[in-house]
């Protein structure tokens, strides 16, 4: 089973298509990117009122960090569309899989924080190659 077939199961998004999966070198270990692009034709959403209106260009692609795999980091790869809102003016899509400017996804957040629960929070950082400040702030927001 490929690994699309396997987020289109557990993390699928009406909007988005997960498009090409790649391992890359990280800094210290062997990284997966997954390329996402929004569906054709799909409108995104505003942030600030949560309205589907026409977006007009892209921003830099983001990496969001999703549960790993094999002990293997697992990034959304995305360049966000910026939209035009005639309520809220020029602001970024909201995206289904994160929140802000937060750089985990709800899913890993999640992950992280029902880990910590059984865990301390270092222990739990140092079991999935993390931080202690990603394992603190994925515990203490409200998701």
């Known amino acids: 089973m490929h690994l699309k077939s396997i987020l289109n199961r557990v993390e699928r998004h009406k909007c988005f298509v997960y ?4 391992i890359v070198d990280g800094l210290v270990e062997p990284e997966i990117e997954v ?3 929004p569906r054709a ?3 995104a959403i505003c942030s600030g009122c949560g309205e589907k209106r026409p977006g007009y260009d892209r921003l830099p ?10 002990n293997i980091a697992v990034f959304f790869v995305y360049a966000m569309r ?3 809102c005639p309520t809220c003016g020029v602001t970024v899509e909201r995206v289904p899989w994160g929140e802000g400017k937060e750089h985990l996804t709800t899913s890993y957040r999640w992950f992280l ?5 059984r865990l301390s929070w270092q222990e739990t ?13 994925s515990t203490t927001v409200r998701l």
């Open 35 to 37: 390329e996402i692009e």
């Open 125 to 137: 950082a140092n079991a999935f190659n993390t931080t202690w400040d990603n394992v603190f702030r």
């Open 82 to 84: 910026r939209v035009d």
């Open 19 to 22: 498009k090409q999966v790649r």
């Open 61 to 70: 692609p983001r990496r969001f960090q999703f549960v790993p795999l094999w």
């Open 41 to 43: 034709n799909s409108r």
């Open 113 to 117: 924080a029902r880990w910590a629960r």
